[in-house]
């Protein structure tokens, strides 16, 4: 019983994460500025992933007219390696958007990030974000992308 009411008192003292919000459009990311930056120039979302001095892209988006938005026009958009298959799929967001996406397997030998291509209409605009990582080059931590789409992308 001391020990649950001491673990309870420290998650109570624990520091709670702060969170920054960069709007795209009608949409905008929640994201904790201690580990992403973002921003947006010339209608063009950028975000890394930050460790210590260094940043490294994990993710662009942007609003794209005539944009096909399914998993399956995700897949196209991924640059996958003949012989190694891709994901896609549609899923409904904690936000409630519905997000289609889709990764492909590069069959990289090291821990390169896995690119990846998604898209979500909402308001009667379509918006596509894409890891723009394509290679076996690209170092550990790069990528991280799509599930911080996943978990922080919402309706303004």
Known sequence: MVKLALILALAAAAPAASTAVQPLGDLQLRYDPAKWEARVQDGVLNVSQVNGPERRHALSGRAVAGLTCTPEAMLD????????????????????????????????????????????????????????????????????????????????
């Open 77 to 156: 958009r991924v640059d996958v390696t003949s012989g190694f298959k891709g994901v896609a799929q549609e899923e409904v967001l904690p936000s409630g958007l519905t997000l289609a996406w889709a990764t492909g397997d590069l069959g990289c030998r090291n821990r390169a990030p896995t690119p990846f291509a998604a898209c979500v209409r909402h308001k009667g605009r379509a918006y596509l974000f894409d890891s723009g990582l394509v290679g076996c080059r690209f170092g550990v931590g790069a990528g991280g992308g799509l599930p911080l789409l996943r978990e922080g992308l919402e309706p303004r």
